[in-house]
């Protein structure tokens, strides 16, 4: 015979205990993509630097050879003050990079986007922009 009061011997996790194991593991997964994402943004950026610096590098030259910066046939954008034209903008495409002789033409790494290269109207200063995450 059976003593009525003793309980079943069961080896199963509460419901609480899971809903602490499950939270303290959403909490680290949080932690984690979040330091992934920081991470990924921080090495686009860096990555972003990195082809500006080589953009400037390859004009720089061209410069040097030429005596002005390249100048594409075509204009995207030109930047007026006062009625008055003050600079001309281009995205860096393969026609300027075919003047500055750049194998492959570098792009932004999250949106796939051309940088943009400003002159001014002499063709004796230049800007290169892109944005930081």
Do not use: C, H
């Not at 949080?30 to 080589?54: E, G």
């Amino acid at each position: 015979m059976k003593p009525l009061n003793k309980k079943p011997n069961y080896k199963w996790f509460t419901l609480v205990e899971l809903i602490v194991v499950i939270s303290i593991l959403a909490i680290l997964g949080t932690i984690a993509f979040l330091s992934f994402w920081w991470f990924s943004s921080k090495a686009r950026d860096w990555s972003r630097i990195s082809d500006t610096m080589s953009l400037s590098k390859w004009i720089e030259l061209y410069s040097v050879k030429s005596g002005y910066y390249p100048k594409p046939e075509w204009t995207l954008t030109e930047w007026t003050i006062n009625s008055t034209v003050v600079a001309y903008k281009w995205e860096i495409q393969d026609q300027v990079s075919s003047l500055a002789k750049i194998s492959k033409t570098p792009k932004d790494p999250l949106s796939n986007n051309y940088y943009i290269y400003w002159t001014t109207l002499d063709y004796k200063q230049y800007q290169i922009a892109t944005t930081l995450e």
